[in-house]
T-cell receptor, first 113, second 111 residues
């Protein structure tokens, strides 16, 4: 039982490059989330999805796009990376909303130079 | 989303109980109170959640005030492994529920 798996675990990008972070869950969860965490700070919600084919903006969506074409996968895209997007990115999933626990991946450490 | 307020940091001694407070004065009737913790260099992990009644599990207990405007996470016997950032989060029990984090409480456990 893998839970929530994030790919890749580490990445260094040059300013202006693009990349996609993959989050995969094998628990048949409806809800999926993408966060970023900067040093010494809490997690900030970027985008989230409440089901296959749906996405919604979180607290800090600018500069990111997402897609949820398959229920088990939630992709986070950076079209033109900027140094301000250097951060640790976490993905999470949960079966539904308030009365269910969320499971988190181990994070992707992204550096934009 | 309703906001929560937690102390920035707390200290405890190993094998002593720890009470982590959280204020949520604007909580709505459908908001569940969740606690997560984040160990160094790891993703957050679920600890416990509740709606109105106190809850116990193998990790901790959650005490919810009668008016639901505050709650307390109780670690019965702190260990060094419990040193982490603890987040108190309100999560709506309706469709489209987000999961948003505040700054949390940094718990230090002294040997």
């Amino acid at each position: 039982n893998a839970g929530v798996t994030q790919t890749p675990k580490f990445r260094v990008l040059k300013t202006g490059q693009s990349m996609t972070l993959l989050c995969a869950q094998d628990m048949n969860h409806e809800y999926m989330y993408w966060y970023r965490q900067d040093p010494g700070m809490g997690l900030r919600l970027i985008h989230y999805s409440v089901g296959e084919g749906t996405t919604a903006k979180g607290e800090v969506p600018d500069g990111y796009n997402v897609s949820r074409l398959k229920k088990q996968n939630f992709l986070l895209g950076l079209e033109s990376a900027a140094p301000s997007q250097t951060s640790v990115y976490f993905c999470a999933s949960s079966y539904l909303g308030g009365n269910t626990e969320a499971f988190f991946g181990q994070g992707t450490r992204l550096t934009v130079v | 989303d309703a906001k929560t307020t937690q102390p920035n940091s707390m200290e405890s001694n190993e094998e002593e109980p720890v009470h982590l407070p959280c204020n949520h004065s604007t909580i709505s009737g459908t908001d569940y109170i969740h606690w997560y913790r984040q160990l160094p260099s790891q993703g957050p992990e679920y600890v416990i959640h509740g709606l109105t009644s106190n809850v116990n599990n193998r990790m901790a207990s959650l005490a919810i005030a009668e008016d639901r405007k505050s709650s307390t996470l109780i670690l019965h016997r702190a260990t060094l492994r419990d040193a982490a950032v603890y987040y108190c989060i309100l999560r709506r029990g309706t469709s489209g529920s987000r999961l948003t984090f505040g700054e949390g409480t940094q718990l230090t456990v002294n040997p």
